[in-house]
Nanobody
């Protein structure tokens, strides 16, 4: 099972941008789907974006469409989440996970392995 490490979070003003990184360890992402979730304080962990590593096909939660871009870097075995036009509602801990399934599974409970998360705070 691939393990992941997230980074790139921080404090940003509304309208700003951040790029989160999810690096694989233990094995490569090839053959996996890589998924970003986020969890705001006191709330459930919610699906944000999904990428099929092999095909590059992507999926987004409606609130992220047009603002976030998930992409992959084969040379560095890394998945990025570029977040633009950030809003206070985007404030959360962002988590990365991976699955050997190609299905777009939006339930956090379906995933067994998580990184430590990276905090994103959008505030003026």
């Amino acid at each position: 099972q691939v393990q992941v490490v997230e980074s790139g979070g921080g404090l940003v003003q509304p309208g700003g941008s951040l790029r989160l990184s999810c690096v694989a360890s233990g094995r490569a992402f090839a053959g996996y789907s890589v998924v970003w979730f986020r969890q705001a304080a006191g709330k459930e962990r919610d699906f944000v974006a999904h990428i099929n590593w092999d095909s590059g096909r992507t999926y987004y939660v409606d609130s992220a469409k047009g603002r976030f871009v998930i992409s992959r870097d084969s040379a560095n075995n890394t998945v990025y989440l570029q977040m633009n036009s950030l809003k206070p509602d985007d404030t959360a801990v962002y988590y990365c996970t991976a699955s050997p399934s190609t299905l777009v599974i939006r339930a956090a409970g379906a995933y067994n392995y998580w990184g430590q998360g990276t905090q994103v705070t959008v505030s003026s």
